[in-house]
Every structure is written in C-alpha cells, then in structure tokens.
C-alpha cells in the first residue's frame, strides 16, 4: 500500500509536523473542534443512547501533532468519565509535538502509537467504541482500503468522525499545486520546495483563482507546515458530496450527520417555494449535493458516520427525561446574545442567513445547563405561566434551527436506561 508518493508524503510530516503547533499554548487554551467534540460524538453517534459511565475507548487515526486526540482526551478528563484515547501515526516528529502537549496537560488517559492506519486488521490495538480520521484518507494511495482498514478496528455499535478535502471551496489550489510542481518538483527537499513555494507566493498574478479565495489560509498563517500541506503536498485528492458518500457506502458505512447539519441543506439557500417543491423529493444525499453545488464555498467535508448495518435510534427530542446541552457555550450565556427580531444570524465562509427562532428560545436556552432535563425546563416555564404545549412546539422549531448548527445537543445518559421486566 505504499508507493514513491507514499513515501514522499512521510518525508513531509517528518519535515513539517501538521498543524505547527507550540506546546507551550497548551497552558493558555485547549484547541476545540470538529468532528471528536466528546458532546458530538454523544449525541451524532450514540445518539444520546450511550451512557456516560460506560468506558469510551477512542482512536485518532493519522493524529498528527495531536489536537483531536488532546481535545478528546481533556474533555474526558474534565467530565471525569472513564474511557482512553489512542494517538496513531507514522510521524515520529509529530509524535514528539503531541507527546509534550499532553504533557502540558498530565493527560493519563492518552496513548501514543507510531504505525499506519493500514496495519490496523493486523495491529492488535483492539476494537474502538469511536473511531476520528482527519486530514488523511485524501493522501492514502488507496482511500478505500484505508476506510476499510478503519472500518475493521470499530466496535459493534460505535461510529467514526472523518474530515477529508472538497473541491469547490479549494478552488485555486490545485491550479498552483500544478505550477509548484514544474518549479518545485516533490524530488526535491522540503525546504527548497518551501523557499520556492513562498517566492512564487509573492509574485502570483491577482488573476490567480487563490488569490480570490480567502478561506484558505493555511499558506499564509500556517507556517512552513501550512504552507507544505496546501501547495506542496504530493497527493492531494478531493471529494464530492457523492463522491464521498459512494466512498463510505464501499466500506459499509453510511453518514449520520454532515458538520454542520445546516450547510447541507439546500431549503436553507432557495427560499423559492417551487424551488423547495423540488428539492423535497430528493434524498439526503442528493439534498446535500445540491448543497454543495449552489454554495460553492465548502473546503472540506466533516462527518459522523456509523455501519450501515447499524442504523442509530431517533434522538429522544420529545423524551422528558433527556437532558440538552450546547456544544460549547453556557445556556445564560447564549440567550443574552440572542438577537431581537426572532431570527438567529449565522454565517459560513462568507456566507450568510437567518435561522428562525421560537418565542422561548431565550427562555430555554437560559434554562439549558447540562443538569436539567426538558421536564425541568418544562416544569420552570410552566411556573412562569407558559403552557406546556408552547414549549414542546417552540422547542421543536429551536431543535429545527440549533441542532442543524450542531449547537443544540443531546446529553449522554448519566445511567443506562431501565430494562423493560
């Protein structure tokens, strides 16, 4: 499975360990992000199923200098749930990055392995409850034996968070990949390719489709490794919407949730209604295509995907007892900064809409604090003189506008549920 590219692509990280990263940040903030949220993973996943003293056991395929696996690792820790996370790469620079990030931390439930994702069938690591591959599968020689490598160290019933490239919002890369590869060959050493990457920057006529793209910067605030990994890499393949789907339908799996939820639904861009009576007779992955196409600005795909074998439970959003929580914000926090007017203004790459919001939202998403369940919020609005049915109907269209943003969660249960006698 390893070709001259192959081993081109190794002498790059070991050059130029990816993302550059300081461990000494590590003391000032913790990196957060998608997909391997510990919350996403609860609710996209498990579906709010799994409960949260069940032990997580999770691998960060291709971790590289290690902000998945950290993030994970940390939020763990910070819930005080057991569970242990697994870093593989085959970068030993990348390693020596993300060994003294966790160090920073005193992270005991984060693991280091140096090996490829291909040697999982024969690696013995065990199987993974949750499985993160970012940044990877687009560099494989084979993107589907590595899926199906993956596939084969997960646990019945677990699920897999993957990022891979898109073409349309990388428009422009390809195109100075192409002229950096005439006058930088990849034959060459990593730094003269980064000294002639950075003088052909300068001097890139404004006609240059990279120019005119400004949410890729990785060239221009990444560092050398930034740089390397946007212009220079040796193989570097990008996947449709379908393209990616017929991809995970080739290993057995199927998506549960494209990041964000919103972005891939074209109702959210064609506001026409006869445009929407069109749109309403395709399926899901035909909807996000669509998606894809008319916004023409996504750079990657972010997915949770499970076995197609293995379809999850619906979400318990009229479940009394569930517990909702926002992926990253207090809920007080939250509705203070909710704007007048009952629409939620979001934006993507440039892009912007409104999302419509219910006449509570404020007043449940006060309520929202990671203990309370929707019968406690319930129960408090109806002292306030809000009828119970108002709530469930104003929850639903909150549901509608803040879990497509994949802000509005569902919590792990803190105990399995009771078994039927």
Not at 108 to 126: H, I, K, Y
Not at 364 to 377: N, S
């Amino acid at each position: 499975m390893t070709d001259a590219t192959d081993r081109l692509l190794a002498t790059q990280y070991e050059a130029y360990p990816y993302p550059a990263r300081d461990p000494r940040e590590e003391a000032k903030r913790l990196i957060i992000g998608s997909p391997s949220h510990l919350r996403e993973i609860d609710h996209w996943i498990f579906r709010a199923a799994r409960p949260a003293s069940r032990p997580l056991h999770a691998l960060f395929a291709g971790g590289g200098t290690g902000d998945g696996s950290i993030m994970l690792a940390q939020q763990l820790t910070d819930a005080g749930r057991p569970g242990s996370v697994t870093w593989l790469d085959r970068s030993g620079a990348a390693r020596k990055v993300a060994e003294a990030r966790a160090a920073v931390r005193k992270l005991g439930n984060l693991r280091f392995v140096e090996g490829s994702l291909l040697d999982l069938p024969t690696a013995g690591l065990g199987l993974f409850d949750y499985i993160d591959c970012c940044g990877v599968l687009h560099h494989l020689p084979d993107p589907l034996a590595g899926l199906r490598a993956l596939a084969s160290a997960l646990a019945p019933g677990g699920g897999m968070g993957l990022m891979v490239y898109a073409p349309h919002g990388r428009t422009g890369v390809y195109m100075l990949q192409d002229a950096l590869r005439r006058l930088a060959p990849p034959e060459e050493t990593p730094a003269a390719r980064v000294d002639i990457a950075r003088r052909v920057w300068r001097h890139v006529p404004e006609t240059a489709w990279l120019r005119k793209n400004p949410w890729l910067t990785d060239h221009l605030s990444g560092g050398d490794a930034g740089l390397y990994d946007l212009l220079l890499n040796p193989r570097d393949v990008a996947f449709t919407v379908p393209q990616l789907a017929a991809l995970l339908a080739e290993a057995g799996l199927e998506v549960a949730c494209w990041v964000e939820p919103v972005r891939y639904d074209p109702d959210t861009w064609l506001p026409d209604p006869k445009l929407r009576a069109r749109t309403a007779g395709m399926s899901p992955p035909e909807r996000a295509a669509l998606a894809e196409a008319l916004t023409g600005n996504m750079g990657i795909h972010i997915v949770y995907c499970r076995r197609i074998a293995e379809p999850g439970a619906p979400l318990p959003w009229e479940d009394p007892a569930a517990v909702p929580v926002l992926r990253s914000m207090e809920g007080p926090q939250v509705a203070a900064s909710l704007p007048p007017g009952g629409a939620l203004p979001v934006s993507f790459d440039g892009l912007q809409t409104h999302l419509p919001l219910p006449r509570l939202a404020g007043a449940i998403l006060q309520r929202i604090d990671g203990q309370r369940c929707f019968g406690d919020i319930a129960d408090a609005l109806a002292a306030n003189g809000v009828a119970r049915e108002q709530f469930w109907r104003d929850l639903g269209q909150l549901r509608r506008s803040m879990e497509a943003l994949n802000r509005l969660l569902i919590a792990a249960p803190a105990t399995p549920p009771p078994t039927a006698p």
